[in-house]
Nanobody, 122 residues
Framework: QVQLVESGGGLVQAGASLRLSCAAS????????MGWFRQAPGKEREFVAR????????YYGDSVKGRFTISRANAENMVYLQMNNLKSEDTAVYYC???????????????WGQGTQVTVSS
């Protein structure tokens, strides 16, 4: 079992940066692939980024590629999402997730945080 708690969301202007954090508790954090998803009102949950167990490999959704960076610190049980050059279309609730496989669908992840709101004003 893994418990996930996100933080770092907020209201920012377009072009600004934010860093989201996800604190994981439970055993064997380093055995999980970690991901970030987001969900805007009236839309399906969307894949944002994924990082491998070691942190050596990352993968991004097309809409955030080149602007967002995912990273992890296994010694601290933490995952981060650095978001630069934010746009109004990035407004959503952002969720941290943990899974055992390398897919990017929501069904590839077994554990989810409660989410943190990011609002980007234009």
């Amino acid at each position: 079992q893994v418990q996930l708690v996100e933080s770092g969301g907020g209201l920012v202007q377009a072009g600004a940066s934010l860093r989201l954090s996800c604190a994981a508790s439970g055993r064997a954090f380093s055995t999980y692939v970690m991901g970030w998803f987001r969900q805007a009102p009236g839309k399906e949950r969307e894949f944002v980024a994924r990082v491998s167990r070691s942190g050596g490999s990352t993968y991004y959704g097309d809409s955030v590629k080149g602007r967002f960076t995912i990273s992890r610190a296994n010694a601290e049980n933490m995952v981060y999402l650095q978001m630069n050059n934010l746009k109004s279309e990035d407004t959503a609730v952002y969720y941290c997730a943990a899974g055992r496989t390398t897919g990017i669908g929501t069904n590839n992840f077994d554990y989810w945080g409660q989410g943190t709101q990011v609002t980007v004003s234009s």
